[in-house]
């Protein structure tokens, strides 16, 4: 196939990025422009917030991409953005300056959903091999996902209450550690020598996961030692916390891996960067000899390199937006149809 | 000179083109529909309709708010990718403003008025043929802006489609002083709003990129927030 050159723009949530993509996996420019510095005053991402940080930035973000790749908007053959899932407000943003650019430009739009996104991110890094199975670990999401092949998806599991990613926050924020949570709770997990054990919810026969239980125990935890007037130790209530999660994931991903006779296992997703989880995950897979990959730890969080990856798939099958195109906050991961 | 007019701010949205003076193509709708599907299509519309490429235009005016945040946001992202990918020069209007455009021939005060809720507003004081600014565009109490417009003890005409909200509490305090506009003025538009561009300095293609809304108000979590570190520092 001729040579495909995709910009993609990803502002679903509170990093504004763009990237250009060759042929679906070589990464000519890949920009991530940030607001945790801005966000962290909050102890969380504010969508106003994050939508006015979008509007200031995205012009910047893509002239850098073009700049680093140095291309003219000529060069492309499409342009790409995530049209969902995510905050609305911050869509709207990347969303309408892809379609500004493809009007002006001449270009054909592809709207990828995020979640392929995360999973796509792993053709950046090798051929993906059907059937696939992919974890997809973040702050809004916790699924596992079935590839039959390319465009393909069936999600399997998800969960049933709060994602991985916000319990990880959530506990972060029980044990004073400052907003995004997650790294400090590996961290200290990995200082501890002991763990308070916490439960895991097992949902028997799903493989759908829950995480508000085992929240809600850390919780009450901190709450019964401090009424106590005990100290509770961090790093072993982390190690706890984490041990759970971990096992949990790592057990319903196995077992699906075994019962679909996949050939891939990936991870995907900002949670996908826990070390605790990727150790897990390769000791398992190492044993079962199962292929598993998990994208390098810049592609895990959200970045638009990942959205350039699927969408040159989606090019490819023919797949096509316009410029009626809306940010869609609660998309449902399908399969591609043209 | 030809101009590319993008008025999202509010419900209402109009585009229009102008070339040399004269409006080539103008839409102005107010069917509630958002304008995240509405604007791009009916911009390539308007090019339809006048018979020209995105690349024929010279330069783009966009309404920068105050008005509906999201709103404002889609306009003002669509005009700044516009004007820096083809590398023209952008200029932002008060939609406040704009709106004041459709009676600056009313001979008296002019004060167009956007509902910002909890009987706050967003609006500004124009007079005359020139608009010239009575009160800078700003968000406040309805109450502490009738007191304003009382003092000026002269005509005042009250433009714009939430003005009906508060028709009441206006004739309340200002009895005659107050005229309204009739319905067909209430809508923007962009072909106005190129008219007021003209007269203003053309953003450079750098000046784009950091080319913002004017929200007249900042994020609530925003507010919030400076309010306890100001807590924390006594």
Redesign the interface.
Known sequence: MSERLILAIETSCDETAAAIIRNGSEIVSNVVSSQIESQK??GGV?P??A??HH??Q???V??EALAKANMQ?SDLDAVAVTEGPGLV?AL??G???A???A???GLPIVGVHHIAGHIYANALVQEMQFPLLALVVSGGHTELVLMREHGSFEVIGETRDDAAGEAYDKVARVLNMPYPGGPHIDRMAHEATAAVEFPRAWLEDSYDFSFSGLKSAVINYKHNMDQRGEEIIPEQVAKGFQDSVVEVLTTKTLRAAKEFNVKQVIAAGGVSANKGLRTSLEEVFEKEGIEFTVPPLKFCTDNAAMIGAAATYMYDAGVRG??????LPGKELTSWSK | MIWLGIETSNSPLSIAIVKDGQVLAEIVQNNKL?H??????T??EVFKKAKLN??DIDAIAVAQGPGS??GI??G???A???A???KKPLVGISSLKTLAANVKIFNGLICPIFDARRQNVYAGVYKGKELETVLEDQHLSLEDLLMEIKKQDEPVVFIGLDVDKFKEDIIAQLGNQANFAPYSYQLPRAGSMIELAEKEQLLSVNE???F??K?HRI????AT?IKEQKKGHE
């Open positions: 005053r909050f504010v106003e917030i939508s006015r509007v200031e995205i012009t910047i893509i002239e908007p407000g709207l943003i969303i309408n300056a379609k500004a650019f009007f002006a430009n316009n410029l009626a195109m809306n940010g | 958002t995240s599907v509405t604007a791009m299509p911009i390539e995105p690349s945040y999201t946001r889609i003002v992202t669509i700044k990718t516009l820096w990918t083809m784009v990129h950091t913002v809304p929200y994020a609530q979590a925003e927030w």
